[in-house]
């Protein structure tokens, strides 16, 4: 299924002319219980495919914001095996929408690729992107993702220069993720029109479609974004939502969704002309 | 356990890829990537040209100090009653440990690639201290990233710090100690790629840093070598040190490592106790995984989040281990003890009381395991150990555990 999950959504989205909208939420952020909830929310929500990060107490490329998440969710007990029986919860009534999980490599060692992606596949996830497994450290990785039929979804970031891009697309499935600043999640706002150059040049090399995230947080941006890339990646203002409606004790799953929706209209009328949007 | 095989030459490490056996690598996001090779290449050209090395000698003999003593610990011999102990004084480099032999390499290299703003991580303070220091010296602006419990228990290092010029980031994400200033300093350099320069401490992080530490630190094992030659007329039986990210450790190993006969040992914090959870042994209490760029024993829980690490000093404060003391552990080449807080402080005064030299904290680990190693090698023995730092940091800490107000 897989592989072919995450190509059927492109197909549906180039078919409908339009960018497709990705949502990253943290795996029990803030319990497991409302992560689920906000999940299986997510597609009625206006989310094209879906990241689920799986939580690491060493977040080296995350701002605060994916940060706290990460410690609200250990403080609630979540690990990597909770992530996927997430998956699998959401599975059993959604079949089409991609997950892609997220996260870092530690915890993927302990069970060990080979296990890992036989257990992740089972669980219904489609994709994997590990910040910190560069491609010269991921053939073990790829070789237990491919096994499975699993994408190893690549990062290309404003560093990648056109020696290095062939490099970074090696092995690569499903869609590659432009890192649209260097920087960490969440706190720098990418500039739409010098992103623009490198999504082409990203696809080009790859002959995948190119998500945009990093820098991406308000609907104007989103929109922006969504006009040269495939697909739109929000995380950071997400997962604020989460924090920012604990902070006011509101219904969390509520206050999420709506942001997505908001988030999700800007992408999907961002090529069709204007009315007034 | 599974030991390799001996080999041939230890010193063959890393390969390519930065592997020193399974341990090492590049585990960093891939923003970062251009960025290590770039630096890679800039340090093997650097070590290559006779006018870089020429430049670092001088600033190491004229700046730093060196060479540093070999001293021969006459009275800590005649206390533990065995095997000969001989103290190698880098506690007497300017700003008073080793630190600053890896900083004014890569400084030097730092400025020849261009860069124009330098970060580190701390834990004691020492290697902050020896980074502001440099910078002072050459005039670039510092960034130095330390754990908010860190600048609390080394208020003299941030003073010092401030006083050098540089900027220091109080760190209070995670456990608020040195591997969550780890953190905030790669967060740091991923966002400022075009200007930065990291100046990594440790013999850990992503390769090259490990090779490229251990480089500028085994000036101290060269040294060493030659004048226990010089001195005794032949090389120690072991040289000891102690191990937190295990700079110190490595820059004395690596001029031993094909001297079969020298016994290498490194000392790990133990903390509470190895029967506690109040540790920051790498080895003797931890497995591998993945952390700062490197694979390498971690203190970890079951399912691979990292534990806070717990020592009294916070130099070995640190929940991982540089990877090739993790290789040296797996193929049997070095052998990794550990030693307690309450060990190492009464080491510390003993050091004081017996030689007139206040040892660092985290020196004072590797002290601490001399009575059974001079008892084991007998009083034909010789040994080695690093007198990596001076304690003077270290008194609000030590007066506070004794119960003493200063």
Redesign the interface.
């Known amino acids: 299924m897989s592989r072919a999950r995450i190509d059927a959504r492109f197909a549906r989205l180039r078919a409908e002319g339009r960018a497709g909208f990705v949502t990253y939420i943290m795996a029990g952020d803030p319990d497991p219980e409302t992560a689920l909830a906000i999940l299986e929310g997510l597609p009625a929500a206006g989310a094209d495919l879906i990241e689920v990060g799986f939580p690491f107490s060493d977040p080296l490329a995350e701002g605060p914001p994916i940060q706290r998440a990460a410690q609200r969710a250990l403080g609630r007990g979540m690990t990597l095996q909770k992530t996927l029986d997430l998956v699998a919860a959401f599975r059993r009534k959604d079949a089409e929408t991609p997950v892609i999980l997220m996260g870092y490599a530690n915890p993927l060692e302990t069970p060990g690729y080979v296990a890992f992606a036989r257990a992740a596949a089972e669980a219904g996830v489609d994709g994997l992107i590990v910040v910190d497994i560069p491609p010269e450290e991921a053939d073990p990785l790829a070789d237990a993702l491919d096994a499975e039929d699993l994408s190893l979804i690549r990062l290309a970031t404003p560093t990648t220069d056109d020696r290095r891009l062939p490099v970074v697309v090696r092995r690569t499935s499903g869609f590659v993720y432009y890192v649209s600043v260097a920087g960490v999640t969440g706190v720098k706002e990418a500039d739409a029109g010098a992103v623009a150059p490198n999504v082409e040049r990203v696809r080009a090399a790859s002959g995948l479609p190119v998500a945009v995230g990093f820098g991406v947080r308000t609907e104007e941006r989103a929109a922006e974004v969504a006009r040269i890339a495939d697909a739109v990646v929000v995380g950071s203002a997400l997962v604020d939502e989460v924090a920012d409606a604990l902070a006011a004790n509101e219904d969390v799953t509520g206050r999420v969704l709506t942001k997505v929706a908001a988030l999700a209209k800007s992408v999907r009328t961002a090529r069709t002309p204007s009315r007034g949007a | 356990m599974n030991k390799i095989a001996p080999l041939n030459d230890y010193t063959a490490y890393p390969d390519r890829?930065g592997r020193f056996g399974d341990y090492g690598?590049?585990?960093?996001?891939?923003?970062?990537?251009?960025?290590v090779h770039e630096l890679e290449a800039a340090f093997r050209a650097a070590i290559a040209d006779p006018a870089f090395r020429g430049e670092l000698d001088g600033y190491l003999t004229h700046y730093v100090g060196r060479p540093s003593p070999l001293y021969f610990a006459e009275r800590l011999t005649r206390k533990f009653g065995g095997a000969k102990v001989y103290l190698k004084r880098e506690e007497l480099n300017h700003t008073g440990a080793h630190k600053i032999n890896n900083c004014m390499g890569q400084i030097l290299l730092a400025m020849r690639m261009g860069k124009t703003r330098i970060i580190a991580e701390t834990g004691a303070g020492q290697h902050g201290v020896a980074t502001a220091t440099v910078c002072a010296r050459f005039g670039l602006p510092c960034v130095v990233y330390m754990g908010a419990v860190d600048v609390e228990r080394q208020k003299p290092n941030v003073f010092r710090m401030n006083l050098l010029g540089a900027k220091v980031e109080a760190v209070t994400?995670?456990s608020s100690t040195l591997?969550?200033a780890m953190?905030e300093a790669?967060?740091d350099w991923?966002?400022?790629?075009?200007d930065t320069y990291y100046l990594i401490g440790s013999a850990a992080g992503p390769h090259p840093y490990p090779e490229m530490v251990r480089e500028f630190q085994a000036v101290m094992g060269r040294e060493a070598r030659e004048q226990i030659l010089q001195v005794e007329g032949r090389l120690p039986d072991a040289v000891v040190a102690c191990v937190g990210g295990g700079s110190n450790a490595i820059g004395m190993f690596h001029p031993f490592l094909n001297d079969e006969g020298v016994r290498l040992i490194g000392v790990e914090a133990s903390g509470d106790g190895m029967d506690t959870e109040r540790h920051a042994a790498a080895i003797n209490g931890g497995r591998?995984?993945?952390?700062?760029?490197n694979r390498t024993y971690?203190i970890?829980d079951?399912?691979?989040?990292?534990?806070e690490a717990h020592s009294i000093s916070a130099g070995l404060d640190y929940p991982g281990i540089g990877p090739e003391h993790a290789f040296l552990h797996d193929v049997g080449r070095a052998e990794y003890l550990t030693c307690t807080d309450r060990e190492a402080l009464d080491a510390f005064q003993l050091c004081a009381e017996l030689e007139g030299i206040i040892p660092a904290l985290e020196t004072s680990h590797a002290l601490a395991r001399l009575p059974e190693i001079c008892a084991e090698l007998g009083p034909e023995g010789i040994i080695v150990v690093n007198l990596s730092g001076r304690g003077d940091k270290d008194v609000n800490t030590v007066a506070q555990a004794l119960g003493r107000s200063i």
């Open positions: 890829s690598g590049r585990y960093v996001p891939e923003t970062l990537m251009p960025l994400s995670g591997k969550d953190n790669l967060r991923v966002t400022n790629v075009h591998p995984g993945v952390l700062h760029g971690l970890q079951p399912v691979g989040q990292i534990t």
